[in-house]
């Protein structure tokens, strides 16, 4: 943890590498590297990326499941529909803390804006995998503009929110290489960065939603509804709260020792406080999700097929259920079965982002559940993503001060 | 008519904003509220009194697509391939085998025709031609984030490869699944779809395959006299056709009209299409964007202030 003293004295690129290997030196740390972890991962990396290399040499249809009716596969209803609410940790946070002042909860905050900012930049790289030509990816906000567009404004926000991002973040690697003067300016602009965030987030996340606005004869009527931006948006503030504590769990467990006493000890409480945030969220977002069936007044689709029946599942299993776990856990002061509805309330965010862009999206179309299945190439693919997507999470962890405050800073309370 | 519309992203926009053209107009509207909302630098504000003209181009054109008529030639197929340089297909045009299965455009075919049990006359199927129906207010083009689709004056909706960077929201979006998309393509891959000979009507032509279709099945004239066309038709034949013009208001309505003898839905057309512009079912949310970029600031830093002073107390 206190790597800073020793190395203080020692020349630059000596000190860099130190950064690097964490201050061992450099045979002990690639000795610690072999673990039954990291061989899984290697594995995993090595069958995926040649996939994506493969993509890039061949062309999409290789390796995805995307066609001409099924313009989007897993790649982004994964990585983006999915990801980007799983992402939405950032902006309630630092909301939490900044604006709202549950100081008590900024421990976390750290780590919230870290998964977010990872959670965009990998999203990102799953759209530059699935774009036709990614050299364009600026295009939208360079070259030719089409702001009719919903993914107009989806683009815009991504890239301005991945930016907002990382400035939110750079405090923790500005005090990481200790550059003192620099991080005091990066303090000074969080208010602000802060409430970009929420703004952003507030739009491109509904945004998400709205995109299939332009699809009302594809998606199934259950799940296609003008309150769909709305959805989106609050299902991404119960996904990013259930997101802070499923990754402050798995954090605290693996990386202990990157942890503070004020972060472990605090952990269990501050877990059931955004247990409770969570599940007050979630039962405005199940009534809203019932003021959807009765706005279009579908109640006569829920019993009447397996589209309906899929739809009650998805509402009361993964919606309202984990809802229940979480107030039960409250109730309790109970933070393991938090964690336990934590993690149901994910797994439900992520079903109901699959449902709208991938299984019931073309749900009238003959064939339509052979269309979607994935290809091992395309699955090799997304693990290979995620796999590298949890090692660059666990390198930022296992060096900067996130799950821990840098004694040296201790002082402006950031 | 007067200047060649070719692409979005060369200034053609001027024309569209002048031109007084329907879907052009709500398109413009939306984006002057996007621009307000998001992008200030982006352009001037339209003209409000064109925002209730919704009548589109003046003397667009259209295609009219007889079912009854068609006998399954597939002459029209290959004038199409001919016309515009596509790839030699797998099976030559004569080729009936290709009935067996449903076919839709690709990369390769801006046109197909697919073949359809005759619920009315059985043993006398009904051949079905597919391609990109042109739509009034095109949702391909209100999706596009890259303004890669243009709707001339001339009625074609027509793609622009030069911007395009294969984000596929076109396809999402068209409620027709006419785009298609060179999957094959590692990098270079483009959209790929009917441009309803937008060169040969501009030089005073007709499209490949009206021209090609010996039974007179495609027939080619402005939008509003086909519409007539049509009506006339559906009285005089009131057996042979279903009482209905697909593509008159389908999605807002669509420059490819089409009579049948059975019900559409038979033949795999979407019924379940709204009337109006897909578009407007995003006007909502786009109009409230302005409205969150204006009012969340003001309030979020009214929670700040009060909470900042709350502490100064406690």
């Given amino acids: 943890m206190n790597d800073n003293l020793m190395v203080k004295e020692a020349t630059y690129p000596a000190r860099f590498m130190s950064k690097l290997t964490m201050g061992l030196p450099m045979s002990e740390y690639a000795r610690k590297l072999v673990t039954p972890f990291n061989i899984v991962a290697a594995i995993l990396l090595t069958v995926g990326l040649p996939l994506i290399g493969l993509r890039f040499w061949q062309g999409l249809a290789t390796v995805t499941h995307a066609s001409n009716e099924y313009p989007w596969s897993i790649l982004l209803g994964w990585g983006l529909f999915s990801g980007v609410p799983l992402s939405g940790t950032g902006y309630v946070m630092a909301t939490a803390v900044y604006i709202f002042g549950f100081r008590k909860y900024h421990p976390l905050v750290r780590l919230g804006v870290l998964t977010g900012f990872m959670g965009y930049l990998f999203a990102v790289i799953y759209l530059l995998i699935d774009i036709g030509r990614p050299w364009r990816i600026y295009y939208p906000m360079a070259v030719s503009f089409g702001p009719t567009s919903v993914l107009f404004l989806v683009a815009w926000h991504v ?106 000890e605090n952990l269990d409480e501050l877990t059931v406080g955004l247990g409770k945030a969570a599940c007050i969220v979630m039962f405005v977002y199940f009534a809203l999700r019932m003021i959807g069936v009765a706005h279009d007044d579908n109640w006569g689709l829920l019993l009447s097929s397996s589209y309906g029946y899929w739809f009650l599942a998805e509402v009361l299993l993964f919606v309202l259920l984990p809802c229940i776990v979480l107030t039960v856990g409250v ?84 | 008519m007067e200047k060649p519309v070719k692409d979005a992203g060369n200034g053609s926009g001027r024309d569209e904003r002048t031109g007084g053209g329907k879907g052009v107009n709500r398109r413009d509207f939306l984006r002057g509220v996007a621009v307000a909302g998001g992008a200030a630098f982006l352009g001037t504000p339209t003209d409000v009194q064109a925002l209730h003209d919704l009548s589109g181009w003046p003397d667009r054109m259209g295609m009219l697509t007889d079912l009854t008529e068609c006998v399954g030639c597939r002459s029209c197929e290959a004038a199409c391939n001919a016309a515009n340089r596509l790839p030699a297909p797998n099976a030559p045009f004569d080729e009936k085998s290709v009935f067996e299965r449903k076919r839709r455009p690709t990369a390769s075919a801006y046109t197909v025709v697919n073949r359809y049990e005759n619920t009315k006359t059985p043993g006398n199927p009904i051949y079905r031609k597919v391609q990109c129906n042109h739509c009034e207010e095109p949702s391909c083009a209100s999706a596009c984030p890259v303004r890669a689709y243009t709707k001339t004056p001339e009625g074609p909706v027509l793609y622009n490869q030069d911007v395009c960077f294969g984000c596929r929201y076109c396809m999402v979006a068209c409620p027709f699944y006419a785009p298609a998309y060179d999957y094959d393509s590692a990098l270079e891959p483009k959209v790929v779809k009917c441009t309803m000979c937008h060169g040969r009507i501009k030089a005073g032509g007709i499209p490949a395959c009206s021209g090609a279709c010996p039974m007179g099945a495609i027939t080619f004239g402005k939008r509003g006299t086909l519409l007539k066309v049509a009506r006339d038709r559906i009285r005089k034949f009131p057996d042979r056709y279903v009482d209905q013009i697909y593509g008159e208001y389908e999605a807002g309505g669509t420059s490819w009209l089409y009579l049948s003898g059975v019900p559409f839905g038979q033949l795999d057309y979407p019924t379940n299409l709204p009337r109006k512009p897909i578009v407007e079912n995003t006007k909502g949310f786009l109009s409230a964007v302005p409205l969150v970029l204006t009012l969340w600031p003001a309030l979020l830093g009214l929670c700040y202030a009060a909470n900042r002073n709350k502490e100064e107390k406690g």
């Fill in chain 1, 159 to 264: 890239a301005t929110y991945l930016t907002v991002q990382l400035l939110e973040f750079s405090p923790a690697i500005l005090e990481w290489i200790q550059a003192r003067r620099t991080r005091k300016w990066a303090i000074l602009i969080t208010v602000a960065m802060t409430i970009a965030g929420v703004i952003l987030s507030t739009l491109h996340q509904s945004a998400l939603g709205a995109l299939f606005l332009m699809a009302p004869g594809k998606l199934h009527p259950l799940w296609y509804s003008a309150f769909i931006p709305v959805f989106f948006f609050i299902s991404s503030i119960y996904a990013g709260l259930c997101m802070v504590i499923a990754v402050s769990t798995i954090g605290a467990r693996y990386l202990r020792e990157k942890a503070d006493d004020q972060f472990l």
């Fill in chain 1, 331 to 414: 109730k309790r002061d109970d933070a393991r079965i938090v964690r336990a509805g934590a993690f149901h309330a994910i797994a439900g965010v992520v079903l109901t982002r699959l449902n709208i862009s991938i299984l019931m999206f073309n749900w009238n179309l003959p064939g339509h559940f052979q269309a979607i299945v994935p290809p091992a190439r395309e699955v090799a693919i997304v693990l290979s993503i995620i796999t590298l997507h949890v090692l660059i999470f666990r390198w930022i962890l296992n060096r900067m001060p996130v799950m821990r405050e840098d004694p040296a800073y201790l002082e402006d309370g950031h």
